[in-house]
């Protein structure tokens, strides 16, 4: 059982940075994929990034976010720059340790509780 544990959420502005962390229990963190989602009002959750033995971004953030774990922390991160009001969503951290580069949430096993983030325009 992993539980994963989410920090790093608020309010900015439009073109500010902000950076999420989560924690992960466990001992085998570095064999998980560890990836990012985000929910929106209204939408259903999509694929940000994630991190395995390399990492991969969604287009919609590719060159502005940029996903990093640190195995001995337990802890993935996810810096966020250049924000922009579409960003607005709860961020989720997940983790699975079957399909190495899923984008598909199906896949993820375990789950973090949410981390709101909110960039005003």
């Known amino acids: 059982q992993v539980q994963l544990v989410e920090s790093g959420g608020g309010l900015v502005q439009a073109g500010d940075s902000l950076r999420l962390s989560c924690v992960a229990s466990?001992?085998?963190?570095?064999?998980?994929?560890m990836a990012w989602f985000r929910q929106a009002p209204g939408k259903e959750r999509e694929f940000v990034a994630l991190s395995t033995r390399s990492e991969y971004y969604a287009d919609s953030v590719k060159g502005r976010f940029t996903i990093s774990r640190d195995n001995a922390k337990n802890t993935v991160y996810l810096q966020m720059n250049s924000l922009k009001p579409e960003d607005t969503a709860v961020y989720y951290c997940?983790?699975?340790?079957?399909?190495?580069?899923?984008?598909?949430?199906?896949?993820?096993?375990?789950w973090g509780q949410g981390t709101q983030v909110t960039v005003s325009s």
């Open positions: 466990g001992r085998t963190f570095s064999t998980y994929t």
């Open positions: 997940a983790a699975q340790s079957h399909s190495l580069y899923s984008t598909d949430e199906r896949n993820y096993d375990y």
